[in-house]
């Protein structure tokens, strides 16, 4: 026990912070979360240009008759927070006062543990692609330059880097189960280890339950339904309630798979949407186009209604702050902090502008 202790000590004080390489100095250490941190490279090889020669050691590690005998071996928490994936479910054009209206029961239950606004924003404009990109990608329009609400893959895929790019470049597992062919574009083939598209919310659910005891790191699940209705029936009419109800049934099933599987206490979820809508539009002229659900349940998350001001690119940052990935600099989305309890690190400087 002392010998352990004592290499232990010795190690904490052979590595400075000039042995950590420099991606990971560049990571604010406000946006890494501490408890995926420690799988930074702590124990990596000491660059020997950077090598500094460290201190002598305090005299009580030589003299290990000042350790007390019952000490015991300092150990290094993993992972703390207890979020071992993220599963992210976007409801196609569900406005906030929907999910009462149409009286989704689970979604309200999930609810009631979860920290949640119901005026959270999508971007300027509006629509399911540009939109969704700025979710998973954590950038307005202007960055991402998703400008178009159509499967024009000859423009190519979204610019910069993604929360898809993020867990690609960690060796995690990702999915995208999707009910639009076009949300392709939101990250490129090579970055999702599964990408597949169903015409409805139990078929996604169905294919989200077959993968689910294989495990993940980043699911992503999209239920066109209500948003299909909406623009036939009108928004927050009778059709798209039923449409939301039935969605509202796919979450109770991947919800209860991850129950089954022993996950759900592990997962982050948050559930959210890409825009609401009025009439049978979402065209940008009414406040209630843009007001989106936003919330998050799991390990960490403090049950509560939040009053920071949440934005959709917030999504992406809080699944990166919540896998221990760096959040790149350009992003535009904040994690939301206040939902785990802490203070925020950055507030938006808009007032929910975003391009
Ligand atoms: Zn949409």
Known sequence: MKRNFILVIALIFLQGYNTVP????????????????????????????????????PAFIITSTSVPTNTPTPTVELNPSGVERVLIISFDGMRPDAIKAAEMTNLLKLIESSAYTFSARTITYPTTLPGHTSMLSGMCMDKHGMRWNANNLYRGYAKGTGIFDLTHAADMKSVMLVGKEKLRLIAEPDTTNDFEVFGTEALIAKAAIEIIPTDFDLMFLHFPTSDFRGHKYGWMSNSQFTALRESDDALRQVLAALDENGMRDSTLVIVTADHGGHDRTHDGTRVEDYLIPWIISGPGIIPQQLTDSVRTMDTAATAAYALGLPIPPEW????????????????????GTCE
């Open 22 to 57: 420099d991606f990971w100095k560049s990571v604010p250490a406000s946006v890494v979360n501490p408890a995926r941190s420690i799988s930074a490279p702590i124990f990596a090889p000491v660059p020997t240009s950077t090598f500094v020669i460290p201190p002598p050691a």
């Open 332 to 351: 535009d989305g904040i994690p939301v902090y206040e939902a785990f309890g802490t203070p925020a690190q950055d507030v938006h400087y808009s007032s």
